[in-house]
């Protein structure tokens, strides 16, 4: 497709059950993003992926979270034993641009942990 | 760490109003960027500003990047009801690899 794609849009699961969120960029786009946003609120950054180097981790709340980007293209990101602050929606973007370019953002997962 | 601060947080005003968000760095910045949120959407990716002094319209919008480049504004002028949502300044801090986003503004407005 033409727009970066998130899947799944919604996602409802149990305290403790783990998840994984699955992002694909627009095809070029080398740089990667993943952000959190909760209701009301602005974008947190979780981590960034650019090519072939060590993705910046530090935006990660715990380790519980962790994200991988295969063959330079999809992303997944998992977070283990989901607890019901880790409710939001999870937004991922890319750029062609790999130093602070123009972000193209997919609709977002939004999950819900009971 | 390294921050973007945006205000004001919430704007509410009358249709035809004008509307102004700030957005300031403590550091200096490569560039500023600019997104709108509708309601239930996603950022989309307004216009990016490189140079110290730089202005450019879009429209009813005007944007803006202070001389020092560390700060930046939004201007709407005549707002309508489809400039309702949450506007983010988004900045690259010099060195820095990624870009750092302020809290938004969210702008409501009354028909």
């Known amino acids: 497709g033409a727009g970066v794609s998130q899947s799944p849009s919604n996602k409802v699961t149990e305290k403790g059950k783990d998840v994984e969120l699955r992002c694909d960029p627009i095809?070029?786009?080398?740089?990667l993003y993943w952000y959190r946003q909760s209701l009301g609120q602005g974008l947190e950054f979780l981590i960034y992926f650019q090519g072939n180097s060590a993705p910046d981790k530090s935006g990660l709340p715990s380790d519980r979270f962790s994200a991988e980007r295969t063959g330079g293209s999809v992303s997944t990101l998992t977070i283990q034993r989901t607890q019901q602050e880790d409710s939001a929606v999870y937004l991922c973007a890319s750029s062609k641009d790999p130093v602070g370019g123009p972000q193209h953002f997919g609709d977002g997962t939004r999950l819900s942990i009971l | 760490g390294q921050q973007v601060m945006q205000i004001p947080q919430y704007q509410h005003v009358q249709e035809g109003e004008d509307f102004t968000t700030y957005c300031n760095s403590s550091t200096t910045l490569s560039n500023i960027q600019w997104y709108k949120q509708r309601p239930g959407g996603h950022p989309v990716f307004l216009i990016q500003l490189v140079k110290s002094g730089e202005v450019k319209k879009q429209k009813r919008l005007t944007f803006q990047f202070g001389e020092a480049k560390k700060n930046s504004s939004l201007h709407i002028t005549a707002t309508q009801t489809t400039d309702v949502g949450t506007y983010f300044c988004?900045?690259?801090?010099?060195?820095?690899?990624?870009?750092?986003f302020g809290q938004g503004t969210r702008l409501t407005i009354n028909p």
């Open positions: 095809s070029g786009h080398t740089a």
């Open positions: 988004a900045g690259k801090i010099q060195g820095a690899q990624k870009l750092v």
